[in-house]
């Protein structure tokens, strides 16, 4: 049994369509009855959950990457390299905090990935000399800013409560500071003053330099950065790497989850000649 677009509750009519609504309503429903009224509905446990449609996601092959990579350039080239390279989220990549950056172990530290989880996933050997060069940048940044008067970062939670002066260290800084600095409308831990602060680069700048650089690389493909983690996963496999090593490089809860990219790998068709082939 499930909900329909028009489902009658004592009167109530709920109109649902996609399954996280329907599921909404469900606990909707239930929460009124049970909470609010103290009416038990025993045959609402009939009503199953709305799952949401699998859906293939993009890949790129491998020339295609590096098609894409060579149209892109500067600070959002080196976030797709990266994003490429680790299969880490946009956001995540935007996060880091230089000291999360391994580099004598090779390794990026994600701190709070989705889920409020951390993990660890690889530093490509091909990005440490770029990263190294970006971290110059940044610390250069960050010593005008604090010449300034400036160069204190935002923590997460009460961090900057804890730790005195932690916010001016160069350990929190980011990896990919904004080039401008812009009031930060959350006030300060200790002193609940708006400060100007250097904040991560956008999203939406890394965004349109990939769609631009799909275009100009003519991939006949919708391309975004999340396209890249997905072909990171995939061309793992394709590699002969274990799925459970792809699933912890990637942050995945269940391994269900990471198997939707087994669909996807390069086997021409599932690897299946057709009968036309064979004539």
Request: net charge positive; aromatic share 6%.
């Amino acid at each position: 049994m499930g909900l329909n677009n028009a489902d009658f509750f004592g009167g109530l009519t709920i109109k649902v369509s996609r399954p996280p609504s329907q599921n909404q309503a469900k606990a909707a429903i239930l929460y009124l009855y049970k909470q609010v009224l103290g009416v038990d509905l025993p045959w609402l446990d009939d009503v199953v959950q709305a799952k949401t449609p699998r859906r293939l996601p993009v890949v790129l092959t491998a020339t295609e990457v590096r098609t894409l990579l060579l149209h892109m350039q500067g600070t959002t080239g080196l976030i797709a390299q990266l994003l490429y390279g680790t299969g880490i989220r946009l956001l995540e990549a935007l996060r880091l905090r230089v000291k999360e950056v391994g580099f004598a172990r090779r390794e990026i530290v994600i701190r709070e990935g989705k889920g409020n989880k951390d993990r660890i996933t690889v530093l490509p050997e091909n990005l440490i000399g770029p990263l190294q060069q970006q971290l110059q940048k940044a610390r250069a940044l960050h010593e005008k800013d604090v010449e300034a008067g400036f160069g204190r970062v935002h923590l997460p939670h009460a961090l900057a409560v804890k730790y005195a002066h932690a916010d001016r260290s160069w350990a929190w800084q980011w990896v990919f500071p904004s080039p401008v600095r812009s009031v930060d409308p959350r006030p300060d831990a200790v002193t609940g003053a708006l400060l100007e602060r250097r904040h991560h680069v956008y999203p939406e700048s890394v965004q349109r330099a990939v769609r631009e650089a799909a275009r100009l690389a003519q991939i006949d493909k919708p391309v975004s950065p999340h396209v890249l983690r997905h072909s990171f996963a995939t061309h793992l496999l394709q590699a002969g790497y274990d799925i459970r090593t792809v699933q912890e490089l990637l942050g995945h809860a269940d391994v269900s989850t990471t198997m939707i990219y087994t669909h996807v790998l390069n086997k021409g068709g599932r690897g299946v000649l057709s009968p036309l082939d064979a004539l």
